[in-house]
């Protein structure tokens, strides 16, 4: 009986072994989770500040799109642009 006892504690002893080696060297192991961890989290960071810089194109955009009045007042304010048929009056202070 201690005969057969002998290798089976062999046995989980070494089946132990691995299990802790994998935990401590393998894949998903302590330190590999923990540099998964830090590389997400700069992830998070760098897709939060191409969020905002989408946002701000975006938004751009638009402007481009839509905002000709702006451009207008703009052109009107700085340059005194006219339109046809509109007569431009400055009162000077």
């Not at 969020?51 to 751009?60: F, T």
Request: aromatic share 4%; charged share 25%.
């Amino acid at each position: 009986m201690l005969r057969l006892l002998r290798p089976v504690q062999l046995i989980l002893i070494a089946l132990l072994i691995v299990l802790q080696g994998q935990l401590w060297f393998g894949r998903g192991s302590l330190p590999d989770v923990m540099r998964l961890r830090q590389q997400l989290q700069e992830q998070k960071q760098n897709n939060q500040a191409a969020q905002l810089a989408n946002e701000r194109l975006s938004a751009e955009l638009h402007d481009l799109k839509d905002g000709l009045e702006m451009v207008e007042e703009r052109a009107r304010a700085e340059i005194g642009m006219v339109k046809p048929n509109e007569i431009f009056v400055q009162i000077a202070r």
